[in-house]
């Protein structure tokens, strides 16, 4: 892929961070606040005090074993030095450094996951004349090789590249490194992973990897694997005589591949595990030899691989791990999940996991693993608040996604209200239909446009009755589409569940026991003046009839951006206030949170007015949260989502780096998220209790800046402006109107392409979501991303 299309795919994915920005509605403006962060800490063994650790249900009864592939590849270009020494920062004690052997023409060996080098470095440019197509297992490749070149010609000219296109390539141009280097590459030595894939292919171009390995008398190297058995069997008795006495293992490639030296399927030789034993004392195999998935992306029952294995002595290694490349939709998008599915499970566990994202691979092992029954830290300062229920696995403010919400650990579970044309109070994200229901298919002809709730036009519930309403079936949709670089959610669950009324959200959460509710309120002037609806009134009743204003064993939020329906709530002590910041805002002076706190008990902000981003690095923390504590305010941030293409680079595509650096690094009082349960697991780890100092591995906030400072200027483009920060003039409203006649809705303008506006319609929407969307953006990059879209459709 050409370097143009290369950039073409960053800008599409550039177009994620801009979304939120250019639905922001009330407060403009970010602003930038120096913070030291907190750094990159090691804590090496398990300190006095810390229970003996669980029995693994490995071979051997130890921990899995971390294999980095290329080092840290998901962030730096593969087998680069940066990727290698990462890994000795940012992952557990002990993980393995994995090296992909290529050979140069006089049998030098470095790393470097391809055979053909011309996706992951720069050897295009510097040799454009040296393509050329060798047969490799029976196929022919094209590309650019190192047996073509002297190391003299090679190492000294050609870098590598970052080779996929959803991570950064602000660390290209870093050498090549000797396999040598790898070994030596920190101290003590790391425990290293040779992998020989094409041993056949280099002996037909007469360059030998077994003498290679002899001439470097193994030193350093601890694995050696290949998916070839002529090569395994050719070295066994040379690895026996080694110092070093590396593991062979046998790698599988996929079950209709030929393995070259004895031409069976690699499925075939699956079957016979036991003829493995003798060359071999581990197995190499994808992921889904074990855990299959089937063509909808959901898992299938466990095959008996591991202990089949394991009953012959063999260890079983699982590859293809990475947090950006997504697996099945069981995993609900959060990377750790996936992990602890191969190594607590119940059942079996493997003996080590090949990934590209080290640091989540060492928050399974080394933080999650045998803690599903724990309990929160008596310390934790947050709770965590769900996003329209679980609807990052339901369609939101369904029945379904408050019982997930609640199943998965929300502390507050939350209802967005709506109200019908026959005054029913419901919870619904958007008085916009279009986004979360089948209303496009139904009522299209009740569709019309009303700027003081959006933009464009909708189907909007105060044109329907609760009996219309009730027709529709709910539609599970992610917060972009994916023609524009949105990752689809669970397509199982795309129109299961129903949606409540407040009456029925609010018995719901009495039964449950939660914690508390947040009761989010939307449009009030308008539904009052222009509907002859009573939005707060119809929210009061529901609460008093429910009982929530005479108990205080549950929390009660009211949450509105609107400070005059705050203040209808103040005559309720018990009920706590929240002003909801829809905006992206980047400093807030006292004047403006001394007025917010005439009106409110806590602010729910977006995630940008918090984390400023450049070229989606974090490159500081503002004062936000300070500022608003200072006054005795709470924090909530909203919106989280676990899926990567909403997560600075600085996260590692992990959405538990994103809560550890909101919880700990800055201290928000909330989480508001569509997927409770990652909130919750990270909560009940070890590893989120900042005052336990004796961990293995301990899961740390991100250091602002720091992934910037070591990128290369050249690739970066200039910051954005910092916006101007939050008003106290733009934070009173005007007292709500009184409810007046209803009137009816102007009907729609003809659209000139219908599919077209059903899109931007659906979404759309005057809740949270429609407010936040996706987070993190960068705005020159986004611009030319707009740009872009717009001139391709």
Known sequence: MSRMNKMMQYLVVAFLFFIELITAQKHPGIGIQKHPGIGIQKHP??????????????????????????????????????????????????????????????SVGFCQTELNLDNS???????????????????????????????????????????????PNAFDGQPLLL??????????????????QYDLFYNQQKISPALYLEDLRFAGINYISSPEIGFLKSIGAKVDKARTKPKLVFRFLEPDAIEPTTNQAYGDILKNLASIKPFASGILVPKTYIWPINKEMYLLPPTTLVNDAHKLGLEVYASGFANDYPGSYNYSYDPTAEYLQFID???????????????????????????????????????????????GDYTGCTDLAYEKAVMDGADIIDCSVQMSKDGIAFCLDSADLLGDTTAITTFMSKSSNIPEIQ???GVFTFDLTWTEIQTLKPQLKAPLSQDMGGLPRNPANKDKGKFLTLAQFLDFAKAKAVTGVLINIQN?????????????????????????DKQSTQQVMIQSDDTSVLEKFKEVPSYKRVYDITGIIGDAPKPSVDEIKRYADAVDVRRPSILKTTAFFISNFTKVVDEMHAANL?????????????LAFDFFADPMIELATLIEALKVDAVVTDYPATANVYMRSPCSDPTNTNLEYPITPVEPGALLEIAAPEALPPSGAPAPA???????????????????????????????KSASASGSGSGRRSNTSLCLCLSLVAALTLSLILTVH
């Open 726 to 756: 939050l008003q106290a003039a733009s934070i009173v409203d005007p007292p709500l109107p009184p409810v007046s006649k209803a009137e009816e809705s102007p009907k729609a303008p003809e659209p000139a392409d219908d599919k077209k």
């Open 45 to 106: 063994g398990i300190g006095i005090g810390i229970p003996p650790p669980p029995k693994w249900l490995t071979l051997t009864g130890q921990q899995p074993a971390l294999i980095a592939r290329g080092g840290f590849s998901g962030l730096f270009p593969d087998s680069s030095r940066y990727a290698y020494d990462f890994v000795t920062q940012v992952s557990m004690p002990n993980s393995i450094f994995h090296c992909d052997l290529q050979l140069t023409k006089d």
């Open 179 to 196: 396999v040598e280097d790898v070994t030596s590459i920190s101290k003590p030595p790391p425990r290293v992973w040779l992998n020989v």
């Open 455 to 457: 933009p464009m036009n």
């Open 634 to 646: 709470s924090v909530h941030v909203s919106t989280l989502y676990n899926e990567y293409t909403s």
């Open 345 to 391: 499970n119940g059942l079996f566990s493997v003996d080590g996991v090949l990934t590209d994202f080290a640091p989540t691979a060492s928050e399974a092992i080394a933080c999650l693993a045998h803690n599903k029954n724990a309990s929160k830290p008596k310390n934790s300062h947050s709770l965590i608040i769900s996003h329209n229920g679980a609807s």
């Open 524 to 548: 009030a002037p308008y539904l009052a003046s222009k509907r002859g609806l009573d939005i707060v009134g119809a929210v009061t009743k529901a609460l008093s009839n429910a009982t929530f």
């Open 121 to 167: 470095t720069n050897i295009a440019q510097v040799f454009p004349q040296g393509q050329k197509t060798y047969k490799v297992n029976g196929k022919d490749v094209r590309g650019w090789f190192a047996i073509d070149y002297f190391a003299d010609q090679l190492l000294p000219n050609v870098t590598s590249v970052q080779n996929v296109l959803t991570r």
